[in-house]
């Protein structure tokens, strides 16, 4: 039997660039799609459900998979082709990009970074070659080698001792348990403010969203919770994050599996997620919490499916408060709980869960069931 089309591990600045492009949804939409597909199948989803989420043929998601696992971020972009013969071979390509990635004053120049024009006057008198390039050509091979002109911004690297062991724990989970894997992050903060967005519109004419200036709402956070195995999305909304709102999602969790039987919950190291009297209640309740490494939220099989819920319920919106808000995501929660999913598998689902309900005095395990706090 073939194994399983799934992402290769990503890196710490690979997950966090991909984490970056799904939630904000700034970037192209071929990149945004694609995106979304790598760090949904980190996060241990299966290709007919990240086929199911990003409503594409599952042969497309593995191409994608296949594709970023040989070429990397590089293979989120389209790939374009025509135009007139190149003047520079290779070599002197890969030396362009090379100089114009490297700090100037790495190469003794007295400035910290390269403008078009200093950089292809410095290339014109590189002692071992000469390059001759015009402005707007060095700044198209620039581009289509995916150096562009950015601001400078800082980074963190996980220094968490035990980065590898959590990692493969959560692998561990995903690939023998799927049906008794759940996953849980907090989305937000949300507050009351009219969110650009896109749409479709008459040519020339788009939607305009009123301006504001006194937001005295608040922000409130949007407690989720993902079954792995059923592809379902559900939670709460709260006016902050707290050890008694973490409890009370991880109960709601251990009621979707009311059997007894072990279940698994990815989440994150906030310290509301570790509180003793939680993991005391984990303990009792079999319930094994699985963190993600320090700074390493991206693999958190929830994380792929909060980029749509920003995109189809924050994004061009102008709710007029949070309670309209809250009911807004929560409709779409029901929307993409009931469509484009299997009815017959949902079907054959909900009866084995009544099934186990039924069944008080099955054992599972050699122990007798017990019913969840």
Not at 29 to 41: G, K, N, W
Not at 339 to 350: E, F, G, K, N
Request: glycine share 8%; with cysteine; net charge positive.
């Amino acid at each position: 039997m073939a194994e399983p089309v799934k992402v290769r591990r990503l890196t710490e600045d690979e997950g966090r660039r991909l984490q970056r492009i799904v939630r904000r949804g700034t970037t192209s939409a071929v990149r945004f799609r694609r995106a979304m597909i790598v760090l949904a199948s980190a996060g241990g989803n299966t290709v007919p459900v990240i086929a199911r989420l990003v409503q594409a043929d599952e042969d497309t998601v593995r191409d994608v998979v296949h594709r970023f696992n040989e070429t990397g971020m590089a293979g989120l972009g389209p790939r374009w082709a025509g135009g007139r013969p190149r003047l520079l071979n290779h070599d002197d390509e890969d030396f362009v990009a090379q100089t114009a990635a490297t700090r100037p004053t790495a190469l003794g120049q007295p400035f910290t970074r390269w403008s078009i024009r200093k950089l292809a006057a410095y290339l014109r008198k590189v002692h071992d070659r000469v390059i001759r390039l015009g402005r707007e050509a060095l700044r198209t091979l620039l581009a289509r080698r995916g150096i562009t002109f950015q601001r400078t911004k800082t980074w963190k690297e996980s220094n968490d001792p035990d980065y590898d062991t959590k990692l493969d724990r959560i692998e561990h989970v995903l690939e023998r348990f799927p049906d008794r894997v759940f996953a849980f992050d907090e989305f937000g903060p949300l507050g009351i403010r009219p969110t650009a967005g896109s749409g479709w519109a008459p040519k020339g004419r788009p939607d305009r969203l009123p301006a504001t200036y006194h937001r005295t709402h608040g922000v409130t956070y949007f407690h989720g919770c993902y079954s792995v195995g059923d592809d379902t999305l559900w939670g709460v909304n709260h006016r902050r994050k707290g050890i008694d709102h973490t409890w009370a999602a991880l109960r709601s969790i251990r009621k979707a599996r009311p059997d007894g039987a072990p279940i698994y919950v990815i989440l994150d190291n906030l310290s509301a997620h570790k509180n003793w009297r939680i993991r005391r209640w984990a303990r009792r309740n079999r319930v094994e919490l699985c963190f993600t490494p320090t700074y390493t939220s991206w693999a958190n099989p929830i994380e792929a499916h909060f980029g749509p819920l920003r995109q189809f319920t924050i994004a061009n919106s102008n709710h007029p408060n949070h309670t309209a808000q809250t009911r807004a995501l929560h409709a779409y929660l029901r929307w993409r709980n009931t469509h484009t999913r299997d009815p017959d598998l949902l079907a054959a689902q909900r009866r084995e869960r009544a099934r186990v309900r039924s069944e008080k005095g099955v054992r599972y395990g050699g122990r007798p069931l017990t019913r969840a706090a």
